[in-house]
């Protein structure tokens, strides 16, 4: 740290010098704001009230207690509870399944969008991108109402056979990732330098092959990242499945939302850690793939 | 970039699947729903299309769901302030932090972001609710202050019984909600600007003599306008639309126009005067964005 202030005071010639403690004299620059104790408090005290709640709730889904207030001890009970209570198993597996086929469809479909949007100028196109963007932006009730309206003016068949059951919410689900992954997907193609494209296409390879071992190799990050952000969108998503499902089709969320409303309960927090689990690790691995890596030549 | 005529097949077969999802999946549920909006219950289950405006008057004109609409707007408004207030200090520290620090901070700050909505409102609730983790807190600290009281001399339970706060279903609760959910949406405008901001302004600022506070005034304040602008409809929207928040936290007594929506499309069953509220939200958010377009000027929509 002192050698930090002393580098920055060399830096800075405007910078405050306060006198710390014993002595020693610390200097923080004009543009430190990182380092100013009551920009650092406020900045702790944040996160802290962000982050207790879903600490809490990781903490006592380990708690031996009904009560779910007094720490009694460790166990892993409410765990197996959860994991044999039927009904919250079923809306788990239902909501992997939309997960798993929303991820792969709107990963396709975004990124197809993405590559339309970076190649080509064509006439409204400022039109095209708002449009796409409008499922990003509208209210999540909204949308969950017009699906509703939307699948029962259109009898859409109820009570089928698992999983077309799951048809609709992933439908649903389809229409409002694929617009994030086209996001995630341009971003990364932004990064792309077309002279490879030529080079390739003048040594002879096809549209295609030039297709397949140029441009998909460099997209392949954003579409990871993409296919990643679908995959949680979908997971999470409670509004839009709210409207969407019919009764016999509960999705995860939707379960816990029922279970929720009639009491606090153990269970709850094993399930939620679970799920929090599953999307922080895909978070931070989508994290991972977005950051531009400055070893690839672009 | 080529223009579209130069490989017309390749530019349809980019174009064709998005389009069609996005008009059949998305333009033409949204298309019933402004039918509806303008239509008529002939009977418990059929509607009619007969372009009357009533649900809308119906909307705008009584006063129970007019008060409503006006208590979603000021929930949203003073959800949305606290959040500019929160993240302005924590998306500067962010942008000004050391390039080591800055992706650490910038997770730590949209992480939250990712865990599932309704996990983070039930965590809210455990934090929140009359046997919940801050009045456990608070019943200690009581406790503890009578017998302090106590062993001084002032006799026992000096302050009474502990009485429970009630922080659950009221506006409160529905605030410090929305707060807590949409602070990420804040930050990362902000940040994108005051990160793009040229630090060299701030300097000169400074070296001229101009004082912290101005300088925020007078210089960063302005110069991170579109990013306060982005960040206030990005967080505003989602309030203003939010179901799931007052349905929890708020019960009866904190409902928004999210929870009027939901009671016509289920338990009302009145889907013609839920699609004029729905269309309300829309026509908002409409406007919200065209006044984010005439401040950003000409940044493209894609862009969040």
């Known amino acids: ?298 | 970039m080529e223009t579209w005529k130069q490989s017309k097949a390749v530019f349809w077969t980019l174009a064709t699947p998005g389009t069609l999802w996005l008009a059949i999946f998305f333009v033409a549920p949204l298309a019933i729903i402004w039918g509806l909006s303008f239509a008529e219950k002939t009977s418990i289950v059929d509607t009619e299309i007969t372009g009357t405006l009533s649900n809308y008057i119906r909307a705008l004109g009584t006063p129970v769901y007019l008060k409503i609409i006006w208590k979603s707007i000021w929930i949203s408004a003073l959800a949305t302030l606290m959040c500019l207030i929160i993240a302005f200090p924590i998306a500067f520290v962010v942008a000004f932090a050391p390039d080591k620090w800055k992706p650490i901070l910038l997770m730590a700050v949209i992480l939250p972001f990712w865990i599932n909505l309704l996990i983070r409102t039930y965590a809210l609730i455990s934090v929140f609710r009359t046997r919940g983790f801050v009045n456990f807190g608070l019943e200690w600290l009581w406790d503890g202050a009578n017998s302090i009281l106590a062993f001084i001399g002032l006799g026992p339970a000096v302050l009474g019984a502990f009485e429970p706060l009630q922080m659950l279903y009221n506006n409160f609760a529905v605030i410090a909600g929305l707060v807590y959910v949409y602070m990420p949406f804040m930050v990362l405008p902000l940040y994108a600007t005051i990160e793009r901001l040229d630090k060299s302004f701030l300097e000169a600022s400074l070296d001229l003599g101009a004082s912290q506070a101005r300088t925020f005034w007078s210089v960063v304040f302005p110069l991170t306008m579109p990013g306060i602008v982005s960040g206030i409809i990005l967080v505003f929207i989602p309030c203003l639309g939010s179901f799931l928040t007052p349905d929890l936290l708020g019960g009866t007594n904190a409902t928004m126009i999210g929870n009027v929506i939901e009671r016509q499309f289920k338990a009302a069953n009145d889907w013609p005067f839920g699609a004029a509220l729905s269309f309300l939200l829309m026509y908002a958010t409409f406007g919200a964005l065209a006044l984010r377009s005439l401040f950003a000027g000409r940044k493209s929509g894609m862009e969040v």
């Open chain 1, 1 to 298: 740290m002192s050698e930090l202030a002393g580098t920055n005071k060399a830096a800075s010639p405007g910078g405050r010098a306060i006198a710390g403690p014993r002595g020693r004299h610390m200097t923080i620059g004009p543009l430190e704001y990182g380092r100013r104790f009551w920009l650092r408090c406020f900045v702790a005290a944040t996160f802290l009230l962000l982050y207790a709640p879903i600490f809490t709730l990781i903490i006592f889904s380990f708690n031996d207690s009904r009560r779910n207030i007094v720490w009694r001890g460790f166990t892993f009970k409410y765990y197996e509870k959860a994991w044999n209570n039927d009904g919250l198993f079923e809306a788990f597996t239902n909501s992997l399944t939309i997960a798993v086929l929303t991820t792969i469809i709107a990963t396709v479909l975004g990124a197809m969008v993405a590559l339309l949007l970076w190649r080509y100028r064509f006439p409204g196109k400022p039109a095209y991108e708002g449009f796409m963007a409008l499922p990003i932006v509208i209210p999540e009730i909204c949308m969950g109402v017009a699906m509703l309206a939307f699948f029962s003016r259109i009898g859409w068949p109820s009570g089928m056979p698992w999983p077309l059951n799951l048809s609709a919410i992933t439908i649903a689900h389809i229409a409002f990732t694929f617009p994030f992954v086209a996001i995630v997907v341009r971003a990364r193609m932004a990064g792309f330098n077309r002279e490879l494209e030529e080079a390739s296409k003048d040594l002879g390879a096809s549209e295609w092959q030039t297709f397949m071992n140029v441009i998909v190799p460099f997209m392949r990050p954003g579409l990871i990242a993409g296919a990643l952000l679908a995959f949680t969108l979908s997971l999470d998503d409670f509004v839009i499945t709210f409207f969407t499902a019919g009764p016999e089709t509960v999705t995860f969320p939707v379960k816990v939302y029922s279970m929720v409303r009639f009491s606090v309960t153990p269970e709850v927090n094993a399930a939620s850690t679970a799920l929090i689990v599953i999307t922080v690790l895909a978070t931070i691995v989508a994290m991972r793939f977005q950051t531009p890596d400055k070893t690839e030549a672009t």
